[in-house]
């Protein structure tokens, strides 16, 4: 098959002092092999807690997994022990984060930690390691890599130093690479190139990239495929062009509002949409939308929206899409 890794029926909560608390409910989606797909959403909507129960990196007395699977490669990530876990993350599948100043150790130098992660993943020597790491660094863009590997993270640009995180994250030649939020510390410039960095990258080693963002700006620029994401739930998921140009979704309508053009770079925020984002751990049956959708209906108060086709690519969770509800035009997008 195409697919790399499939996320089906997923759910996570969190144990809290108010009880079990949802973050992500049903979440299901495919990352086929060298694509970019986007999860876009708001703060809060599970997005990073996606990201990480990939990784497992959520703690664990306090997470509860109890429906769905994650299968890498023909294999259910979620069956495997923390050994074998440890075996697939940052080797087959690496992620960058937001901050790259909390990845790095701030009293190793540069060169050093990159062939760590090296010979952490491959059986090759020190002197081989060395070159590898000059290799990667200098395919991240850092301008004299063998002399900056003396360097320490803070002596870098925070620029310079997620292009070492990438390094890093692609010492192992992985498969998948999940950037969670890789531009959000950056200013605008910086973030072109490194998003331009990444998608060289792609194209020189064919990496599947899982990218999490509140930014529309870096969805245009990077993905082919987007998931949008609501309280926790993937509430439409279509081609870059069905969602910003077709999308059935009223929230993502209210997304796309706030976006000026398709194929224009810039920092776009998520910041359109009256009304907060619901209380997870005070949700119900309906659909999660509805206290801030224009369109609510009474069935969406008590019934959650089964998910509709809209094409082989597309596909939507909107009581509007159902036969007996009214016919609702999608809005023209504001004038900015
Ligand atoms: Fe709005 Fe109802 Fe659709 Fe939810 S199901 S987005 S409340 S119309
Ligand atoms: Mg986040």
Redesign the pocket.
């Known amino acids: 098959t195409d697919t790399i890794l499939s996320v089906e029926n997923l759910d996570v909560s969190f144990q809290s002092y108010n009880g079990l608390i949802k973050a992500v409910r049903g979440v299901t989606f495919d990352l086929k092999k060298g694509e970019t797909l986007a999860i876009v959403g708001e703060s809060g909507s599970g997005k990073s807690v996606t990201a990480k129960s990939i990784m497992q990196l959520l703690p664990k007395k306090t997470t509860v997994i109890n429906n769905g699977s994650i299968v890498y490669e023909g294999n259910d990530l979620l069956t495997y022990s923390k050994k074998e876990m440890e075996k697939i993350r940052g080797s087959e599948i690496s992620m960058v984060f937001q901050d790259p100043m909390t990845s790095l150790n701030p009293t190793m130098k540069i060169g050093k930690q990159v062939m760590e992660g090296i010979l952490k993943h491959k059986k090759i020597s020190k002197k081989e390691a060395f070159v590898r790491a000059k290799e990667l660094l200098e395919l991240v863009g850092i301008p004299n890599a063998e002399e900056r590997m003396k360097s320490y993270p803070h002596e870098f640009s925070g620029g310079m130093r997620q292009r070492v995180i990438i390094a890093m994250a692609l010492a192992s030649d992985p498969s998948v690479l999940i950037a969670d939020e890789p531009t959000t510390a950056l200013d605008v410039t910086i973030q072109a190139q490194i998003l331009d960095l990444m998608k060289n990258i792609q194209k020189k080693t064919g990496t599947s990239i899982l990218i999490i963002t509140h930014d529309l700006g870096v969805v245009v620029n990077m993905a082919k495929r987007v998931a949008v994401m609501y309280a926790g739930q993937i509430?439409e998921t279509g081609t870059l062009e069905e969602i910003f140009y077709d999308s059935k979704?009223?929230?993502t309508w209210g997304l796309m509002q706030s976006m000026p053009k398709l194929h224009q770079d810039r920092s776009v925020p998520l910041i359109p949409i009256a009304g907060s984002p619901p209380d997870v751990s005070k949700l119900h049956d309906?659909?999660?939308?509805?206290?801030?959708?224009?369109?609510?209906?009474k069935?969406?108060?008590n019934h959650?929206?089964d998910q509709s086709t809209i094409s082989g690519t597309h596909s939507v969770?909107?009581?509007?899409?159902d036969e007996r509800?009214p016919h609702?035009e999608k809005p023209e997008l504001g004038g900015n």
């Open positions: 509430v979704h009223p929230y309906g659909c999660p939308f509805a206290a801030r959708c224009p369109y609510v209906m069935v969406c108060h959650m929206p969770s909107c009581w509007l899409q509800a609702v």
